[in-house]
């Protein structure tokens, strides 16, 4: 049982802790060791699993995360899902970012402002896109910044199916949804990590829709025309709210 003088010293510890998961700062110091915020944790869990050009990839494994932090099997907050080991990336509360850490960092700040991928859905897994593994509970849902994410069920698949691929609708629909959310990628690369000023927090959240309008269901049919199409420039009407539907419309429709 605790002395009370230890009981006294723990409650204020507890303190401390709250304190600093409550700053708004990138991170804080306890007793001379840096504790990362939410927003970093998640910038560079994003960082070091995605494609580092590909928002939409960022954005299904935020959600992975997010899925995470939402389930009673995990920890409760964004940095101790990521910190898990053996989960994501070697090293990554701890390895440099460098080009592409300011489209994470904005993903990021998405992501924690509630914008989800919608055909991730409620999965919790993800491995690199192209392998195979000898199971059948693998219930694979969409092919994301060279990431194929997952939901486990029962004989979902056999031992002896192909890796998985988006069909052509799907694969149409994140590409319009790159073109939308590149509109976040439009300043230089940062070698180190800063948190987002309130400033452009707010303009962030006033210029995105709170999650990418996708279709309720993945689109049928051939629709290769979308990537004859010249991307518009970053910054552009991409900002604006966009609706899939009107974009694959516009490519030619679905037949």
Do not use: W
């Not at 700062?25 to 939410?38: L, N, Q, T």
């Not at 992975?64 to 898990?84: F, H, L, T, W």
């Not at 991730?120 to 690199?128: D, R, W």
């Amino acid at each position: 049982m605790l002395s009370p003088k230890s009981a006294r010293a723990l409650r204020n510890l507890s303190l401390v802790l709250v304190a600093a998961s409550l700053t708004g700062c990138a991170s804080s110091s306890i007793f001379g060791r840096r504790v990362m915020s939410e927003h970093e944790c998640m910038t560079r869990v994003m960082y070091f699993e995605s494609n580092r050009s590909s928002p939409e990839g960022m954005l299904a494994v935020g959600t992975v995360v997010m899925n995470r932090v939402e389930s009673k099997q995990y920890p409760n907050s964004v940095c101790a899902v990521v910190g898990q080991p053996n989960q994501f990336a070697p090293g990554v509360l701890t390895r440099r970012m460098d080009r592409g850490s300011r489209l994470a960092a904005a993903m990021a700040s998405k992501v924690l402002d509630g914008g989800r991928h919608r055909y991730v859905g409620n999965a919790k897994f993800f491995h690199t896109a192209g392998m195979t593994f000898p199971y059948t509970n693998m219930h694979y849902l969409v092919e994301a910044g060279g990431n194929v994410f997952y939901e486990k069920r029962k004989n979902s698949r056999q031992k002896s199916d192909p890796a998985f691929v988006n069909p052509p609708g799907l694969e149409a629909a994140n590409r319009a949804a790159r073109v939308m959310l590149m509109g976040y990628q439009t300043t230089p690369a940062q070698t180190i990590y800063a948190a987002p000023t309130a400033r452009l927090v707010k303009s962030a959240r006033q210029a995105q829709p709170a999650a990418i309008p996708l279709p309720g269901t993945p689109p049928q049919g051939d629709v290769a025309s979308l990537g004859e199409r010249p991307a518009p420039r970053a910054g552009d009407a991409m900002l604006a709210p966009i609706s899939i539907d009107e974009i694959i419309a516009q490519g030619g429709g679905i037949q």
